[in-house]
Nanobody
């Protein structure tokens, strides 16, 4: 059974850091692109980061580059999203995503399945 389970969300002060984990089962990270999307209150879901089958990382959005790092361990079937210098605008539900494509994309339609999401709240 294909499954994605996220961990690591929570409440953090502005300027703080969080590390999100996504444990995949039922498929191999060596054959599948995986990414992270987030959905802020009242907004559409948007792609924030993606990692290829070969481990090439892509961060979407100039505001996120330099603050976010995506990585994976294929043997552990786990993908991580390290988020630093967090801002209140980073607040939202973060979803791990299994792509149906063999390229990175910010489009929801390119995602085959989702995790249940983990809440990230950046607030003083």
């Amino acid at each position: 059974q294909l499954q994605l389970v996220e961990f690591g969300g929570g409440l953090v002060q502005p300027g703080g850091s969080l590390r999100l984990s996504c444990v995949a089962s039922g498929f191999s990270l060596s054959r599948t692109y995986v990414g992270w999307f987030r959905q802020a209150p009242g907004k559409e879901r948007e792609g924030v980061a993606c990692i290829s089958t070969r481990g090439q990382a892509t961060i979407f959005g100039d505001s996120m580059k330099g603050r976010l790092t995506i990585s994976k361990n294929t043997a552990q079937n786990t993908v991580w999203l390290q988020m630093n210098s967090l801002k209140p605008d980073d607040t939202g539900v973060y979803y791990c995503a299994r792509y149906r494509t063999l390229y990175c994309s910010t489009l929801v339609r390119d995602v085959a399945s989702w995790g249940q999401g983990t809440q990230v709240t950046v607030s003083a």
